[in-house]
């Protein structure tokens, strides 16, 4: 099923290329671990890159990665994410925008393997950067890794 879903997204955005290019974002994030992450993390910090294509007047789509880190509460370990994700971003009115990403989360320290990743944000562009409020998950076999944040991100292009 993962193999099938990561084809798909391949798939997506190869027949995107042919659409004008909208370019690099460059961001970082911070957010309060909730859910069962709340039991073991009491930070979360990392930064964001995606490659965007327009593909109309008002939707953008692409491709996303960047780095996440659940800090450790008390001492505790940390546990890092690398999402790969496929990239949605629709301007709802004016400078506003909704956004998702979804796809898969590799696991940095060992043990966790990887797990189902999504990415809901409402945010506002200003110019070339995005300002963005953001619920981020990692979820595998019932267990849920999440944090609800803000973030700000560059575009270059």
């Known amino acids: 099923m993962k193999k099938l879903f990561f084809i798909s997204i391949l798939m997506v955005m190869s027949f995107t290329t042919v ?4 370019g690099f974002n460059l961001g970082a994030h911070l957010g309060i ?3 069962d992450a709340a039991n073991f993390s009491s930070f979360n910090f990392g930064f964001d890159l995606a490659y965007l294509y327009k593909s109309g ?3 953008d789509m692409g491709l996303a990665t960047g780095y996440t880190n659940f800090s ?15 990239t949605f971003r629709y301007a709802v009115s004016g ?7 979804l796809g898969y989360g590799f696991a940095t320290n060992g043990g966790g393997g990887g797990a189902f990743y999504y990415q809901p944000k409402f ?3 200003t110019g070339k950067s995005d300002v963005f409020a953001f619920y ?5 076999n019932g267990f849920t890794t999440a944090a609800f944040g803000v973030g700000m991100a560059f575009s270059f292009n």
């Open 19 to 22: 659409k004008a290019q909208e």
């Open 33 to 35: 671990p909730v859910g």
């Open 57 to 59: 007047d008002t939707f």
């Open 72 to 86: 450790g509460k008390n001492g505790g370990g940390s546990s890092g994410m690398i999402p790969i994700a496929g």
């Open 95 to 101: 400078n506003y925008f909704m956004s998702a990403d």
């Open 123 to 125: 945010g506002m562009r």
């Open 136 to 140: 981020k998950g990692f979820s595998k």
